[in-house]
């Protein structure tokens, strides 16, 4: 990194073990992205009643890259070492992503097949779609992205990814391309 990393604690104290594996999760992101320049880190109290209940923590991981930010933040926990490497398992995540959309490992979207969906059972939650040779091929209500399974209908062409079900060939990753016949 370029910058020194940079942790800070808001509404607590940290001890010298935390600081510690703060510092070691840092410098395993470099290992991730090469190009990270700068990581600050940010931990607190999300939660501190007075009647006894237990505190929650929240880690906060800003990462400068060239180009952009990317922050991190996970749902608070009540065990501060967890909710550290959660963050850190977050961050790692992140940057193997960007990395490898760098490198143009991630396959654009356009190499998927489409198909139309040609029978549909929906309160069953099911249906079949018609490949571009013409097969029929299952699809879970699942498998459509966004919720979008309630608004189907017949004739909707959609993108999927094909994969071998337990009794054949069957869609998942179903996104709606265009709606209506």
Same mark, same amino acid.
């Given at each position: 990194?370029?910058?020194?990393?940079?942790? $800070?604690?808001?509404?607590?104290?940290?001890?010298?073990?935390?600081?510690?594996? &703060?510092?070691?999760?840092?410098? %395993?992101?470099?290992? +991730?992205?090469?190009?990270?320049?700068?990581?600050?880190?940010?931990?607190?109290?999300?939660? !501190?009643?007075?009647?006894?209940?237990?505190?929650?923590?929240?880690?906060?991981?800003?990462? $400068?890259?060239?180009?952009?930010?990317?922050?991190? %933040?996970? @749902?608070?926990?009540?065990?501060?070492?967890?909710? &550290? @490497?959660?963050? +850190?398992?977050?961050?790692?995540?992140?940057?193997?992503?960007?990395?490898?959309?760098?490198?143009?490992?991630? %396959?654009? %979207?356009?190499?998927?097949?489409?198909? !139309?969906?040609?029978?549909?059972?929906?309160?069953?939650?099911?249906?079949?779609? @018609? $490949?571009?040779?013409?097969?029929? &091929?299952? +699809?879970?209500?699942?498998?459509?992205?966004?919720?979008? +399974?309630?608004?189907?209908?017949?004739?909707?062409?959609?993108?999927?990814?094909?994969?071998?079900?337990?009794?054949?060939?069957?869609?998942? $990753?179903?996104?709606?391309?265009?709606?209506?016949?």
């Amino acid at each position: 990194m370029r910058l020194p990393l940079q942790i $800070t604690a808001r509404d607590l104290e940290l001890s010298p073990n935390v600081e510690q594996l &703060i510092r070691e999760e840092a410098e %395993k992101l470099e290992s +991730f992205y090469e190009r990270l320049t700068g990581c600050r880190v940010l931990v607190e109290t999300a939660h !501190r009643y007075p009647t006894g209940e237990r505190v929650q923590y929240n880690v906060r991981i800003d990462l $400068t890259v060239p180009g952009a930010e990317l922050v991190i %933040k996970r @749902q608070p926990h009540p065990d501060l070492w967890t909710a &550290i @490497q959660r963050a +850190f398992d977050a961050a790692r995540r992140r940057l193997q992503d960007r990395a490898r959309r760098r490198r143009g490992d991630v %396959k654009a %979207k356009s190499d998927a097949p489409t198909g !139309r969906v040609v029978r549909l059972f929906p309160y069953e939650g099911y249906g079949f779609l @018609q $490949t571009g040779d013409g097969r029929e &091929i299952y +699809f879970h209500r699942n498998s459509v992205l966004r919720g979008g +399974f309630a608004r189907l209908d017949v004739g909707v062409e959609v993108r999927y990814a094909e994969e071998d079900g337990a009794h054949g060939p069957q869609a998942s $990753t179903v996104t709606v391309l265009r709606w209506g016949r």
